[in-house]
């Protein structure tokens, strides 16, 4: 059986590291290496792991607890958890999340069966109100990179399942002066490097939605140029792959977007400023919806802005 390693880091999740390791520790799949990062966290997190791993006596025999003597971010301490792996394939959970226990044997038997490079699953996304389950839309590889870098689907890491060598053999790293957003200036260059790519529809990861520390919940002027430099890397990336060449046209704008609808009205000057250097653009190519948010916040319209993002919050849908 091919041995999986489990990438988590730690930093200000003390709140939470007891549920995502239990999860892990619990897993039906036995030949699973975890690595734990700690990123110099300033809170209980790691205590409250060891106290856990004293539970589970055998699964403490596969941890290895790497630690960063200062805090360097998400991007680094992925980079950090992928050097140290020494599975046939990789997956990385946040550790604020949870997964269901059986989820590793479900990625292992379907990597297997279909000699896959990644796997994708669905997502329990757990709010306040509850636990709801949502469903990756996927038809084909080359169809789902489009989504990615249009912002319709989550480029996050956790419902992916990736074979080692992807990451080996093409030199793919988290850039290290990414803040947030270092998931989307991976994954679709992870999975254009994929010969196979398999759906499993099944929610086995549960993404914590509740977690006001974390860093989609602080959107800083650090965050928002960590996007537009991811931008920057799959733009260089993609471009001299012409069936992307209209994604990438208006790549920056779709990020400003996003930004923007995920943003308060008071952080909307500031994601405008990063993105300045694409302000000049037509909007050509963007859809009506994006066209208009683009306009008004470009001519900086900001109260005609906030009336038309009310409203598309209210009956609109991410497109």
């Known amino acids: 059986m091919p041995l999986v390693s489990v990438i988590v880091p730690v930093y200000g999740v003390e709140r939470y590291i007891e549920r995502c390791a239990v999860s892990l520790f619990e897993q039906t799949y036995k030949d699973i290496e975890y690595i734990f990062v700690n990123d110099a966290t300033q809170d209980k997190s790691i205590e409250v792991l060891r106290t856990v791993m004293e539970r589970y006596p055998e699964r403490a025999k596969a941890v290895r607890i790497v630690v960063h003597t200062q805090n360097k971010g998400i991007s680094v301490a992925r980079n950090t958890g992928v050097d140290s792996a020494t599975g046939k394939y990789i997956w990385q959970v946040d550790s604020d999340d949870y997964v269901a226990i059986d989820a590793v044997q479900k990625w292992v038997d379907i990597a297997e069966q279909h000699k896959a490079d990644v796997v994708i699953c669905d997502v329990n996304v757990v709010t306040a109100n509850g636990v709801e389950t949502e469903t990756v839309q996927y038809d084909n590889k080359s169809d789902y ?175």
């Not at 010969?195 to 086995?204: A, C, Y």
């Not at 993002?309 to 609109?316: A, D, G, I, N, S």
């Open 145 to 319: 990179i489009r989504r990615l870098l249009q912002h319709t689907q989550k480029c996050a890491h956790w419902n992916k399942f990736y074979k080692r060598s992807l990451f080996v053999n093409f030199d793919i790293r988290a850039d290290e002066h990414i803040r947030l957003a270092d998931d989307y200036a991976m994954t679709p260059r992870l999975l254009y490097c994929a010969d196979r790519v398999v759906m499993l529809h099944e929610p086995l990861y549960f993404y914590e939605t509740t977690n006001q520390s974390s860093y989609v919940h602080n959107l800083s002027r650090v965050a928002i140029e960590s996007q537009h430099r991811a931008d920057g890397i799959l733009i260089a990336f993609f471009a001299d792959k012409l069936e992307y060449a209209d994604i990438v046209a208006v790549l920056p704008q779709r990020s400003m977007m996003s930004l923007i609808k995920k943003t308060e009205a008071d952080g909307w000057p500031v994601v405008v400023d990063v993105y300045r250097d694409c302000l000049q653009h037509s909007g050509k190519g963007l859809t009506l919806v994006n066209r208009m948010i683009f306009e008004l916040a470009k001519r900086q319209k900001w109260s005609k802005l906030q009336q038309f993002m009310r409203l598309y919050h209210l009956v609109m849908r991410d497109r």
